[in-house]
DNA sequence: TAGAACATCGCGATATATCGTTATCTTCAT
DNA sequence: ATGAAGATAACGATATATCGCGATGTTCTA
């Protein structure tokens, strides 16, 4: 019961991924176009968006992916002049979209963080740290680094007992 | 006068440089291509190196000084099959670059860092709050949100008062 | 010689593409 | 049902290019 490992089914956690599906790029992108022509880089800022942070797909999933589906006729790119190449959805790719079950969750939905997320803070601190880094005196970026040394020694700690 | 601040030649330090001199990119270059020729990624990760991790000028650094001097004819550029455009000296550059003083400074050494960095413990920090990000449970994540937590109001107060 | 005006450079953000590794999913034999 | 094998997708790293903002350095003027 609660003998073995406070795990459950939490070895992870109950929070989101860290990979995607397989396939979740290509439902994504039907999906986004469903709405709007997009460029390559357009989804991935949209994605990151949707997840709250949590799904930024490289350029190595979304290009590749786009090219795809571009060549098995779901959607179509169209090369502006200005290097941006900005894609449609098909008729066979509308389609495809309406076949969709409507109430089954966006890609991104299983990306949603709970709140304890440690990507803001971790944000964060390496924002001050960059402002001490830059701006801190000689003695100010020592205590600085006496701090975040004691941290990480603080995580491993963590991990290690806590 | 001297009363200002406890500054003197300190202010932000006697360490590097936050950003690069007008012309240090392209003197880069020179040097660089002065060993053997090179493509653009490839010195943006030699100066990386030899900086200790930092200047690591960023393709828009990079590329469009590549392209002025091919432009000026000191170097020259030839475009390979598999996508990397690898550079040479050209004669005008090989000159260029007998003329320079020899004892001056490489460019990448305006960056060299006493020990005093908080680039690397920072990228310590953040690759075992990863971990814990990853691996650990509901409780460890919130233990580890309160560590950092801290540990940004304790670099607040190094800027602040300390 | 100060300072203002101008030209140019450095850089983060934007934009695209491919490669090799790793993860995931399906399928097929056991 | 199970588990190994194969196919394919996701991803970080590698690679290139441009734009616009802000910093830097030079030149011109007073």
């Known amino acids: 019961m609660k003998g073995d490992h406070p795990h459950g089914r939490g070895g992870h956690g109950s ?13 994504a992108v039907l999906l986004l176009l469903g709405e ?9 800022e949209e994605l990151d968006q949707r997840s709250d942070g949590n799904w930024r ?19 179509a790119g169209a090369e502006g002049d200005d290097g941006k190449r900005v894609y449609t959805l098909t ?6 979209l309406d076949q969709r079950d409507p109430d089954a969750p966006a890609p991104w939905e299983a990306f949603a963080e709970d709140g304890a997320s440690l990507r803001p803070i971790v944000h964060e601190l390496i924002a001050q740290a960059k402002q001490v880094g830059r701006f801190g005196t000689a003695q100010q970026r020592e205590k600085a680094k006496e701090i975040l040394t004691n941290a990480k020694s603080d995580l491993y700690a963590v991990m290690a007992d806590g």
Do not use: C, F, K
Not at 15 to 27: F, H, L
Not at 36 to 44: C, D, L, N, Q, T
Not at 57 to 75: A, D, Q
């Open 57 to 75: 797909p490289s350029p190595g999933s979304v290009y590749p992916t786009l090219r795809r589906m571009e060549g098995r006729g779901v959607i």
């Open 36 to 44: 709007r022509p997009m460029h390559g880089y357009e989804m991935i």
């Open 91 to 96: 008729d066979a790719g509308r389609e495809r």
């Open 15 to 27: 929070r989101g991924r860290e990979r995607a599906r397989r396939g979740a790029a290509a439902e």
